[in-house]
């Protein structure tokens, strides 16, 4: 369905641009765009998101290498090239396509080791980092597709010291320890439809207490991520908004969600009954354009599994279980032990 992309590579490389770039200080002062005055409106779905631009069909630059595509981010390397190549490569294929730079200098900094730049479309926002690895000489660009949500704009610890403030992210110090940053963060988000989840447990891991803390939210087609780090007595806090590579069906009353894009994990309990549980998913999954398989065995009213075959991609498996008062719902990628186990049909 959509290649996978490699974030955590290109997350250094946007290290490699901050550190040439120097990070743009908080200022509460008015831009110029009309879209970047209003609040936050309601994230828009991955499908709008792709109807503005679809980065699966980003084109490169010659001589390009490491092509990685999702809706989310088009990402590539060119041996030897240039920011000053790569920023018009940029501004040249966007703008062609009605993007705008952004009329804010905070938002567009370049030099010879590396670059940051904003576009807007319609509300829409795309983040270009790019970066020269002193190592390989290797020109590093990146293209992150943000939907409309804006970092700056959503909810922020009182009284932080802002260091960098920008509509993919922002970073922020307080003196407050981390337990109190996220017990105060995490209930201003739900009041504007954003739902709590957490990454699935780590086997062998479940033990391990760690030094930060993080918060994590989705809304539509859109993720915010929230790092919550001590640092030389210090609390940093890193905000995050990204766009999803996709958008799986979550149950409007699902509580306690576990959840990772790759690989695919998606679980929760709903008081939806089962067989209603299995309609929402059928229905919604196959808006994405999935087709269930055939099955066999027996009907079960505590149980329900099917595999779903994806365009372009592996199939995944749905599994839904009725345990007393709850309805409890998993997405994962299909295996073949699922076919031996379950008697699925390609």
């Known amino acids: ?41 309601a994230p828009v779905s991955l499908k709008e998101a792709i109807a503005a631009i679809d980065l699966r069909t980003f084109p490169v630059m010659d001589g390009a290498t490491r092509r990685e595509n ?26 062609a396509l009605g993007w705008k730079t952004s009329d804010d200098p905070k938002l567009t900094t370049i030099n010879d080791q590396g670059a940051q730049m904003l576009f807007t ?14 190592a390989d ?10 939907g409309n949500t804006d970092a700056r704009k959503l909810p922020h610890f009182a009284g932080v010291e802002f260091t960098d403030s920008i509509p993919s992210r922002t970073i922020c110090t307080t003196s407050a320890k981390p ?17 709590e989840y957490r990454d699935p447990p780590i086997r062998g891991m479940e033990g391990y207490v760690r ?30 908004v990204r766009l999803l590579k996709e958008q799986w069906p979550i149950e409007p ?39 269930e398989r055939k099955t066999t065995g027996e009907p079960s009213k505590t149980k329900f599994k099917a595999t779903f075959d994806v365009p372009d991609g592996k199939p995944i498996k749905l599994e839904v279980v009725r345990n007393q008062d709850l309805t409890f719902v998993m997405l994962r990628p299909w295996t073949e032990d699922d076919d031996k186990a379950d008697g699925d049909k390609k």
């Open 1 to 41: 369905m959509r290649l996978r992309l490699h974030c955590a590579a290109w997350v250094c490389l946007i290290g490699v641009c901050l550190s040439a770039l120097g990070c743009n200080a908080a200022d509460d002062s008015p831009t110029t765009e009309a879209d970047e005055n209003a609040p936050n409106a």
């Open 70 to 95: 999702s809706p989310a981010g088009a990402h590539f390397s060119v041996p030897n090239g240039t920011v000053a190549d790569a920023t018009a490569f940029a501004r040249s294929k966007l703008e």
């Open 121 to 134: 479309k319609n509300g829409q926002r795309l983040y270009a980092a790019i970066g020269v690895s002193p």
């Open 137 to 146: 000489k290797n020109l590093n660009f990146a293209l992150f597709h943000l």
């Open 179 to 195: 337990d109190d940053v996220q017990k105060a963060l995490r209930p201003l988000f739900a009041p504007l439809g954003w739902r």
């Open 211 to 240: 030094e930060d803390r993080s918060l994590k939210f989705l809304q539509n087609g859109t993720a915010v991520d929230i790092m919550i780090m001590p640092v030389n007595g210090k609390t940093n806090i890193y905000t995050t």
């Open 253 to 291: 009353s699902a509580a306690t969600i576990e959840f990772q894009e790759d690989p695919l994990f998606l679980f929760y309990p709903t008081k939806l009954s089962l067989d209603e549980a299995v309609a929402f998913h059928r229905r919604e999954l196959s808006a994405l354009g999935l087709q």
